[in-house]
């Protein structure tokens, strides 16, 4: 049984997932590349815990509790003894390769690697290793203290017993993992982004505004969020570099991005983490 975690990335993923570890009584040593990064990441854990606090699903001792359970780290050799190592960094292959390959050399050779990826193929980032089969996508949702699902992604070469002792890990963090195979986008991002694209195109055309669009799904199709919202929320940058693995992994026009969509990304309109996106923050 897996009794602790590593995690690579403390940013907004990265430290909702260690939290969710840390809570369900997991060791957590959570990595970041600067001691800012690192101490911004704690915040928001604490922040987050105080919230539970406040509303008295905490008590203030429990908080203390979850909050001693996490080492943060600049020393990416603090993680060599993880039973299991996943990473939250940014979205990009050479990135994630990079870091693969010095975690391969790092940990013991049974620890399982997992990647939090939400669209780049897991067999491509397991090939870098020496341990494809013990290579894992464990895609968490956003916000991840609260939301349940993790989409449990098999590579090619990913073994049944590395499956089920990451399926088990989810369980022990509270979540509902879902087992998919390797495909572009997964079955989440496949399914999502090409809807908030299109919704993209509709306001391209000036079929309706931002509020019209994300008003019609919210009222009309039950949508706790509209699309354009959800993608502000999401990060554009994010949605252009999924729609980008969508569309070079399937080669069909239908993941075209919006063009619309590539301006915004060029003019540093990201969503809420830049203050500006489809609507002002």
Known sequence: MIESIGVVGAGTMGNGIAQSAARAGL??????????????????????????????????????????????????????????????????????????????????????????????????????TSRPDRFIGMHFMNPVPVMKLVEVIRGIATSDQTCAATRELAETMGKTPVEVTDSPGFISNRVL?????????????????????????????????????LADFIGLDVCLAIMNVLYDGFDDSKYRPCPLLKKYVDAGWLGRKSGRGFYQY
């Open 193 to 229: 982004m090409p809807m908030i694209n299109e919704a993209i195109f509709a306001l391209h055309e000036s079929v309706g505004s931002p509020e019209a669009i994300d008003q019609i799904m919210k009222l009309g199709m039950n949508h706790p969020m509209g699309p354009l919202q």
């Open 27 to 128: 060791s957590v040593v959570m990595h970041d590349v600067t001691d800012e990064f690192v101490a911004r990441g704690l915040s928001t854990i604490d922040k987050s815990l105080q919230r539970e606090v406040d509303k008295q699903r905490l008590t203030r001792e429990e908080e203390r509790e979850i909050i001693s359970r996490i080492k943060p780290t600049t020393n990416l050799a603090d993680l060599s003894s993880a039973g299991f190592v996943v990473e939250a960094v940014t979205e990009n292959v050479a990135v994630k390769s990079d870091l693969f390959r010095q975690l391969d050399k790092m940990v013991a050779p049974e620890v399982i690697l997992a990647s939090n990826t939400s669209s780049i193929s897991i067999t491509r980032l397991a090939a870098v």
